[in-house]
């Protein structure tokens, strides 16, 4: 326990010296664990950090003793001192043995934690992400299809429930990672992968695609809401309901022109003919806090934005440039705005 609570002063006093000496940046969001699996990861990079800085430190002293240290040039330089043979043989046996119980010892440590980032969970909420060039597809399931709910790029999820996210990609390789919940796996097609994490505190986590998939991979955001379990609950029934209908005569417009055109043959608005299922789920499009895999705020402008130049905003993305007259795009936006 005292050990413990040494190394996470010494933990503390380090991420404060990187802040002191990186003025403007914050500690990495992975040295500010906000989950036990969190903890797991960041206790790992400290021990290894730690060690490696004191190996490096007395190397480099080895190194100075040598370079530095005073001796005698003997007579005769090629004649064998066998004293200072046999001392240097016991020192590189030392070291060999040294080197195997760090190796040793890291590789246990490295062990230990992983088994607790990949412990099953008890009661967990299991979660489906698959990855897409380039944003999230999220499915909550449930056996009563009724239950089942379908967003993008926000992951919603209550504090002190484990959850379960299994992982798979319809592409190419991308990595999750949210580095202050938990560690990183890859979502693979055809394979699935899983990562558990209890969020312990209400509030919005970012992360980001960690593994290189594509022009667009830096835009690959991920952001989890983690909430008070009857918020949440809130959430869930809210998602489940089919989208909102239009409000207005220009948002009825909008979503005929949405269903007349190339949109509805991409995305799904439940309750409506739209029912694409090649890029985000906009039932509740108006509900999610960014566009775009976190590339822009959600808002109307930056909305009408995107909807006018995805190309300008995120080149290379499936959304192709739909071509609109100005008060089509209003209508449109009158439509999507409204589905909260
Ligand atoms: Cu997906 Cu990088």
Redesign the pocket.
Known sequence: MQLRGSAKALGDALAVLLVLVLPGCTPPLALDPQTPQGRAVAGLIWWFTGLCTVIWILVLLGLAFAIWRPRLVPADPLALDQRAERRSGRVVAVLIGLTGVIVIGLTVLSFAAQRQLFEPADGALTIDIV?H??WWEVVYNSPDSSQTLTTANEIHVPVGRPVTLDLTSNDVI??FWVPSLMGKADLIPGRHNDLTFTAEKPGIYNGS??????MQ?AH?GIRVIAETPSDFEAWRRQQLRSAAPPASESAKRGEALFESSACAFCHNVSGTPASGQVGPDLTHLASRSSLAAGTLPFGRGQLAAWIADPQGIKPGAQMPDVRLAPDQLNAMLDYLMGLK
């Open positions: 990855g060039q380039w991308h990595s695609c960690a593994e290189f998939c594509g991979h690959m």
